[in-house]
């Protein structure tokens, strides 16, 4: 079986989350994807989307063939349950933040990015991390971070992150406090 | 060494599990097993139940569930529901179309007389509830006796399969309000959690497949005073309505098969609206699959109830759409009272260390003399 | 009814864990969504299971939707591998995860699912405990109302809370609450950390390992990230107090079979109406006991070396 066919394996699916939910965890670490092939978007996607979800993908990251496997119902950024964006430009419009009753409808970005490991290094705080936590990302404009302080300057409201590369993932929950190095 | 911990887990599920079939068999050499078909024909009103509070029509398998659960009927649905959760679903339907049901029972409380008439159908409403004794010792031919001797007796007439539907001409004469075209789909209670305030048909579905005996506490509740409904019912059906399944080639509608329902309207108080128009009756629907009267007639009172409750704020439990619907599910329920008999020595060791703290206190403060220094 | 119609008896096989892959998709949207608001519980559809509500279904759903081959599972109940619920709930994903390992050994687990109890070894990065839960909501002794409750979880507005538990202090000069105690999570959402004793609640506080805690009948799940703030409500004055163990003359009780003086103690009444004190967890008690006499042969044994050395 190829290694396409095999992203769509139930088995290949529970590995992907179960990197993904240690990305969570513990924000700002980089878990790489084996056998990702360059297209880690599609595992991370397979692994929580599906028709009960919508999505927003304005620039076309996802193949055709990929968002018909998905299922999920495609829908304008504002209000999708996932926004799939690349890191080199941030959003025109306002992503669903959730309420204070239910925070949990606040969407989560897919953000494509160059590289994890490699770049602009960010000092990251909060849950999660014991201390502090850097991550070095490539290909992300820093205007993504001034909006995401904005869109989560309301706890518990905001928007959760998913950092993808072509092979691995990081993951910046909406209570990671982001800085940029050199930044006060 | 003193106490040795206790062991054997394992070992008293399968010995439970044992005595259980042990006293399913119990009849031994004098016994025969009970076949589905008659679990599911002669006992086709526990049959109906365990396939409405299951939520999957598959008659053969709720009575499979009775035979394995010894006739519990909170087991048999539980049973039958969390099989039902194992199933892929392959695809959603469109609406159905209740007023093409085949009949064999509808009555209206509301009019002496109505088109096609006042059909009774097979009931025991007006049957003297004396104890045939005759069951005791029925024959295998006797029992075979009445299906001929009914069907030898069916008149050639052809009646019509379905009649029209009483609340049509109601709303016809405007004392209905008019049906709306809802925006949007059934809210999917086996995809999505109850989050309050829930649309309607979030309360229909979960009384639909709610367990009869809650749902009749509650209804009766308001029956007796402690609601306004003052209900009169317009119609009840019983019969089979036609599943069409869209085809998945043409799109074309086709009958895919047929399943029994009970559908109860009920007409309750008139609401005047000023900004509405004319005050008109309200309705109260219930249905369920099946054939269970008093659970549809229950389910029809609290959608009324309920209807009000989410409009004007809940007066009374019955109203109310937290209370009603969180509480009537048999599954739920049946589970949770269930649990307390798993053990829970922790949080009892935990409990007796804080009453244990307390009492010395207490103790403590008792032995000090009233106002003296310490 | 169609009276020629046979049941099917070889019904499709249940599919990996016997969750549907829908449904272990949304357990995950929602785990991931617990995590990042954490504390917050986060609602989901809840299937039903073939063990009843109230017996862990909620935290099965989790461990169902996380579970690989590869993974070595643990299941206890009130701290013991052996609590009929515990056998129940490991054979049946012995029976629907082929190729998963399961153990008695907190250690050697990477996934933990307890009722009542969170073991007594420190849990690391590589761990993931799944706490199973009746009442997710500590508000509900206060309010009635979900909908009114969420309005409050959203503000962090505790006071009808912290009133309850004041009022308990004016009456019984303690708060008596003993399990389920109310915890601050991050500064903000109040959990009901499940019926675990007052004595594991410290426990929550800056783990390494991520707790999840799952709800079936209640359809919630919300998480304790690592290295997170786990605050029991308290007031200045009156502190948050563990289970005391201590015997009448002052004596921290030890476990009659491995002599622990750390762990939290089952109290065990036997047939002359006696009491025994012994560890909850078991694996804790037992993993003592074997490095005991390890440790009593290992004696003998350097002493031979020695021996021949000489």
């Known amino acids: 079986m190829t290694n396409e066919a095999l992203a769509w394996l139930p088995a290949r699916q529970q590995q992907v989350f179960r990197r993904l939910m240690t990305a969570f965890s513990y924000p700002g670490r980089v878990q790489s994807l084996e056998g990702a092939e360059g297209n880690a978007m599609r595992l991370i996607l397979g692994t929580l989307v599906d028709g009960a979800c919508t999505l927003s993908d304005i620039h076309h990251l996802l193949e055709r063939d990929d968002r018909r496997r998905l299922g999920a119902r495609m829908c304008s950024l504002e209000v999708a349950d996932f926004i799939l964006a690349p890191g080199t430009q941030v959003l025109e419009g306002t992503p669903r933040l959730g309420s204070l009753e239910n925070p949990e409808q606040g969407a989560t970005v897919v953000l494509a990015v160059s590289a994890l490991g490699t770049g602009v290094c960010l000092n990251l705080q909060g849950p999660g991390i014991s201390g502090k936590q850097p991550l070095r990302v490539s290909g992300v404009d820093p205007a993504w971070w001034t909006q995401r302080a904005e869109w989560n300057a309301h706890f518990p409201m905001g928007v959760d992150f998913v950092l993808v590369s072509d092979n691995a993932v990081a993951a910046l929950p909406r209570t990671t406090l982001v800085t940029m190095e050199g930044a006060h | ?374 | 009814m169609n009276p020629g119609y046979e049941l099917p008896l070889d019904e499709a096989g249940y599919s990996f864990g016997f969750l549907d892959e829908y449904a272990k998709r949304e357990v995950r949207r929602t785990i991931l969504k617990a995590i990042c608001i954490p504390g917050y519980q986060t609602p989901y559809a809840s299937r039903e299971m073939p063990m009843g509500r109230g017996f862990g279904t909620g935290g099965l759903q989790v461990t169902l939707s996380l579970i690989g081959e590869g993974d070595t599972l643990k299941v206890i109940d009130q701290g013991a591998d052996d609590s009929v619920n515990a056998v129940n709930l490991r054979h049946f994903v012995e029976l629907t995860c082929p190729g998963v390992d399961t153990t008695e050994h907190t250690a050697e687990a990477t996934l933990i699912q307890s009722r009542h109890r969170i073991p007594e070894t420190p849990l690391t990065e590589a761990q993931v405990l799944i706490l199973q839960v009746p009442y997710p909501d500590p508000l509900v002794v206060v309010e009635p109302s979900e909908a009114k409750r969420k309005v409050m979880h959203g503000e962090g507005d505790y006071s009808r809370l912290l009133t309850k538990l004041y009022e308990d202090i004016v009456q019984f000069d303690e708060i008596t609450i003993s399990h389920r105690y109310p915890t601050r999570i991050n500064g903000h959402y109040v959990i009901d950390p499940s019926p675990i004793p007052r004595y594991d609640v410290p426990q929550l506080h800056q783990n390494r390992a991520l707790v999840l805690l799952g709800a079936g009948r209640e359809k919630k799940i919300y998480a304790v990230p690592p290295y997170t703030r786990a605050d029991p409500l308290a007031f200045d004055d009156v502190p948050f107090r563990t289970e005391d163990f201590t015997d009448d003359h002052g004596q921290r009780r030890a476990c009659e079979r491995c002599g622990a003086t750390d762990s939290f103690l089952d109290e065990l009444i036997d047939d002359d109406g006696h009491k025994h004190w012994q560890c909850s967890d078991s694996d804790y008690c037992n993993s003592r006991l074997t490095t005991q006499n390890a440790q009593s042969t290992g004696v003998v044994a350097g002493v031979a070396d020695q021996e021949v050395k000489a």
């Not at chain 2, 106490?3 to 054997?8: D, P």
């Not at chain 2, 999957?56 to 659960?69: E, G, T």
């Not at chain 2, 309750?268 to 509405?276: L, S």
């Open chain 2, 1 to 374: 060494m003193g106490y040795v911990a206790i062991k054997g887990g394992g070992r008293a599920i399968a010995g439970a599990e044992s005595a259980v079939e042990a006293l399913r068999c119990a009849e031994g050499e004098q016994g025969t097993p009970l076949s589905l078909s008659a679990i599911e024909q002669q006992l086709r009103l526990l049959t109906s139940r365990i396939v409405s509070e299951g939520g999957l029509y598959h008659p053969r398998l709720a009575a499979l569930a009775i035979k394995q659960m010894q006739g519990d009927t909170l087991e048999a649905a539980f049973a039958l529901r969390a099989y039902r959760s194992t199933k892929p679903r392959l695809m959603d339907l469109p609406v159905q179309d209740t007023s093409r049901m085949r009949l064999i029972r509808r009555i209206s409380s509301a009019f002496k007389d109505i088109p096609g008439g006042q059909m009774l159908g097979p009931t025991n409403d007006y049957a003297l509830r004396l104890m045939r004794l005759d069951l005791a010792h029925e024959s295998a031919e006797d029992f075979r006796a009445v299906s001929r001797r009914f069907l030898d007796g069916i008149p050639d007439a052809n009646l019509p399969d379905t009649y029209p539907k009483v609340v049509d001409a109601l709303r016809e004469e405007g004392l209905l309000p008019p049906l709306t075209r809802r925006a949007h789909g059934a809210f999917d209670i086996t995809r999505d959690p109850l989050v309050f305030p829930v649309p309607r048909s979030a309360a229909l579905a979960t009384m639909a497949r709610a367990e009869t005996g809650s749902l009749l506490a509650i209804a009766y509740s308001n029956m007796r005073g402690y609601g306004d409904v003052h209900p009169t019912i317009a119609e009840l059906r019983v019969g089979y309505v036609p599943v069409m399944v869209p085809h998945p080639v043409t799109g074309e509608p086709i009958e895919a098969g047929e399943v029994l329902m009970t559908e109860c309207e009920v007409v309750a108080m008139y609401e005047g609206d000023t900004t509405d128009g004319p005050p008109t009756f309200t309705l109260g629907y219930g249905a369920c699959f099946g054939h269970n009267e008093v659970k549809a007639i229950s389910m029809a009172i609290l959608d009324r109830a309920l209807q009000k409750g989410m409009r004007d704020g809940p007066s009374n439990p019955s109203e109310d759409p937290e209370f009603v619907l969180l509480h009537v599910d048999g599954v739920d329920s049946m589970g949770f009272a269930s649990h307390y008999k798993m053990p829970h020595y922790v949080t009892f060791q935990s409990d007796m260390d804080r009453l244990r703290t307390t009492q010395d206190k207490a103790t403590a403060a008792q032995s000090q003399p009233e106002g003296a220094q310490p």
